[in-house]
């Protein structure tokens, strides 16, 4: 069988970097098919719809972003694996900086707005649930029980913190200083120790 010409991912790439650079608006069928050289057919073969592409492009950021976080997760110490998962944020920026700005300038309710595709909408409205699962998990191992409190307390930890601390720079457009990792990490851990003290103390 020959190979495609032209890539589903080359596409993605080249709408990607117009939504960017120029706004959502500007990643028209035309604009993104001069961009990546393919014709506006292969472009509605592949996709169907701009609206699907566009559905494409920030669930792919959205699956890189979550596979380095779950992978991070699945470390055999409760502790390590809330701070790898933390830090896999600010990694993930530092390698894929692109999908991490896309990440932050688009949420997933803006897609849902323009979805049609009831498959789209599925996949978008059901992204989350591994990562839900795997943050559940997470507080269940550090503090003995997954309660709405120790949930919200590893959410802090692992997710507020690093998506805080890295959000500013994507925004500006500004590399991450070195050092702010180390000091994620040690906000991490602090939160995480206040956390398993107070979920110790008993209820006078």
Partial sequence: MRPAQHRAGDILDAARGLVLEHGVQSATVDAIARESGAPVGSLYHRFGSRDRLLAELWLRAARRSQAVFLAAARHADPEQAAVAAALSLYDFVQQHRQDARMLVSFRREDLL?????????????????????????????????????????????????PLGAVRRHLVAGSALPAWLRDLLEVAVRAVLRVGKESSCRRTP
């Fill in 113 to 161: 707005h323009d979805a049609r595709s009831p498959s789209v909408i599925r996949e978008l409205k059901e992204l989350n649930r591994p990562l839900d699962d795997a943050v559940t998990d997470l507080a269940r191992r550090l503090f003995g029980k997954a309660t709405r409190k120790t949930v919200e307390q590893t959410v802090l930890a692992v997710i507020d913190l």
